[in-house]
């Protein structure tokens, strides 16, 4: 079983920075990548950025140059950092896994979200 645990999120001015931080616990034999997502009331989770285990990141469009993924292999903890705020931004952010037992079956973990609300 893993466990993760999101923090960081809160209210930000536009423009403002914030960063969010996922702690993962428990038993796993090897983590693929770990990653972001967000949903808005309304519309469909979609993903904000990945980080696999050798370091390579993925990022949508609209986070490009704004949002940074970062990881600290040995405290097992992602990190996202949010710079320039829209208020587009403003959804609930979740952790995800991905992650392989010693026998090579997939399994896919989620936090229980964050909130991020970008108001003036």
């Known amino acids: 079983q893993v466990q993760l645990v999101e923090s960081g999120g809160g209210l930000v001015q536009p423009g403002g920075s914030l960063c969010l931080s996922c702690?993962?616990?428990?038993?796993?034999?090897?983590?693929?990548?770990m990653g972001w997502y967000r949903q808005a009331p309304g519309k469909a989770r979609e993903l904000v950025a990945s980080i696999t285990s050798s370091g390579s990141t993925n990022y949508a469009d609209s986070m490009k140059g704004r949002f940074t993924i970062s990881r600290d292999n040995v405290r097992n903890t992602v990190y996202l950092q949010m710079n320039s705020l829209k208020l587009e931004d403003t959804a609930v952010y979740y952790c995800n896994a991905d992650s392989n037992d010693l026998v090579g079956r997939n399994f896919n973990f989620w936090g229980q979200g964050t909130q991020v609300t970008v108001s003036s």
């Open positions: 702690a993962a616990s428990g038993v796993i034999f090897r983590i693929i990548a």
